[in-house]
């Protein structure tokens, strides 16, 4: 009860689904369970997935040179019919 908040730092380029998926469920988790404000503090890199965890939180802040952005994929498959 003494805890005010969650700051969560994140320092990342990204990475697969999967992990960043859990990351998103457990902050949101963590956000809905406890009531209380979950705060994402992104210094130097938070693209792709990273941002994507970060979305979950109530509130992102930057320092002014974090490059953060980029939730997108890129899937290539083979086609192998022919």
């Known amino acids: ?5 969650v700051l969560i730092r994140i320092s990342s380029p990204g990475g697969v ?3 960043s998926q859990e990351l998103f469920d457990e902050i949101k988790r ?3 369970e406890y009531k209380k404000p979950v705060v994402a503090f ?3 890199v938070a693209a792709s997935g990273a941002y ?3 979305a979950a939180a109530d509130k992102i802040v930057t320092t ?3 490059m953060m952005g980029s939730i997108g994929v890129i899937m290539q498959l083979a086609n192998l019919e022919k």
């Open 30 to 32: 963590t956000r809905e």
């Open 52 to 54: 994507y965890a970060a």
């Open 17 to 19: 689904v999967g992990p």
């Open 42 to 44: 992104c210094s130097s």
């Open 64 to 66: 002014p040179g974090c």
């Open 1 to 5: 009860d003494h805890i005010k908040g």
